[in-house]
C-alpha cells in the first residue's frame, strides 16, 4: 500500500501568507493531480498557538529568521504563522480536500517546533502517523508540500527512520533556501530515500 503525504500546504505558506515559500502555489496543479493516483491522501497542518517558541514575536529583541537555541536545539525564529483556527493554517480552496482521509497536526507545544508529521523536533511526542500508517498497511510514502527544506525534509527523515520506503516528490515541493534543499535532498539519498519527478508516477 501506498501513501501519498500532503505536508503543510496551507495558506500561510502561500505566496501572500504569513511564512509564504516562493513559488509554493505553483506545487497545488501537481498535488491534485497526484491526489487521484493514491488511494490513501494524508495531510498534516501546522496549527501554532500565538504564544509559540519559535515565533520572533514571542522573544524580545529577536528578529526573524534569527537563529537561538529551545530546548537544547537549534531554532530558526519564524513569522507568526499557522496559528490554531485562522485563515492563514487553513489548507487552499485550490486544494481539494475530498481525498484527504486524516490531518494530523503539530507544533501544538508552545515550548518545542514541530517540522516532521512524525514527531515534534525533540522527540517528545509522536503525532501518531506512522502507527495510522501501518495501521493501513503502507509500506510506500510519497512526500509533497511545503517547505522542502523543513517540514518535508523533517517527515522524510522521519518516514525513512519509521522503515517506509520514501519518496520525495521534488516538483511537488518548494524550499525556503534553495542551498538548504540541496543538503536535504542529498541527506534524503543518503539515507535510502529517492528523489522523484510527478511525470514518472503521472504518465
Ligand atoms: C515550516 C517553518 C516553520 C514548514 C513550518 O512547514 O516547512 N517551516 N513551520
Ligand atoms: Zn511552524
Known amino acids: 500500500m501506498k501513501a501519498l503525504l500532503l505536508i503543510d500546504i496551507q495558506n500561510d505558506f502561500l505566496p501572500g501568507g504569513a511564512l509564504a515559500v516562493p513559488e509554493g502555489d505553483q506545487i497545488i496543479p501537481i498535488v491534485n493531480q497526484l491526489q487521484e493516483l493514491f488511494e490513501l491522501v494524508v495531510a498534516t497542518q501546522d496549527w501554532h498557538p500565538q504564544n509559540h517558541k ?7 529583541g529577536k ?14 525564529l519564524w513569522p507568526d504563522h499557522c496559528l490554531q ?3 492563514g493554517a ?4 485550490e486544494l481539494p480536500a475530498n481525498k484527504i482521509e486524516a490531518i494530523f497536526r503539530k507544533g501544538m507545544n508552545p515550548e518545542i517546533d514541530s517540522y516532521s508529521g512524525f514527531y515534534d523536533n525533540g522527540y517528545l511526542k509522536s503525532t501518531g502517523l506512522a502507527d495510522y500508517l501501518r495501521g493501513k498497511g ?4 510519497y512526500i509533497a508540500g511545503l517547505a522542502g527544506d523543513y517540514c518535508v525534509y523533517y517527515s522524510a527523515k522521519d518516514a525513512l527512520q519509521e522503515g517506509f520506503e520514501t519518496y520525495l516528490i521534488e516538483d511537488a515541493t518548494r524550499p ?9 535532498k542529498t541527506d534524503i539519498l543518503a539515507k535510502g530515500g529517492y528523489i522523484i519527478q510527478s511525470d514518472t508516477l503521472l504518465k
Not at 519559535?54 to 524580545?60: Q, V
Not at 487553513?90 to 480552496?93: F, I, K, N, V
Open 54 to 60: 519559535s515565533f520572533a514575536s514571542n522573544h524580545e
Open 63 to 76: 528578529q526573524v529568521f534569527e537563529q537561538i537555541e529551545l530546548l537544547g536545539l537549534p531554532q530558526v
Open 85 to 87: 483556527s485562522t485563515s
Open 90 to 93: 487553513e489548507l487552499p480552496l
Open 138 to 141: 503502507v509500506k510506500q510514502v
Open 176 to 184: 525556503i533556501s534553495k542551498e538548504g534543499f540541496e543538503t536535504a
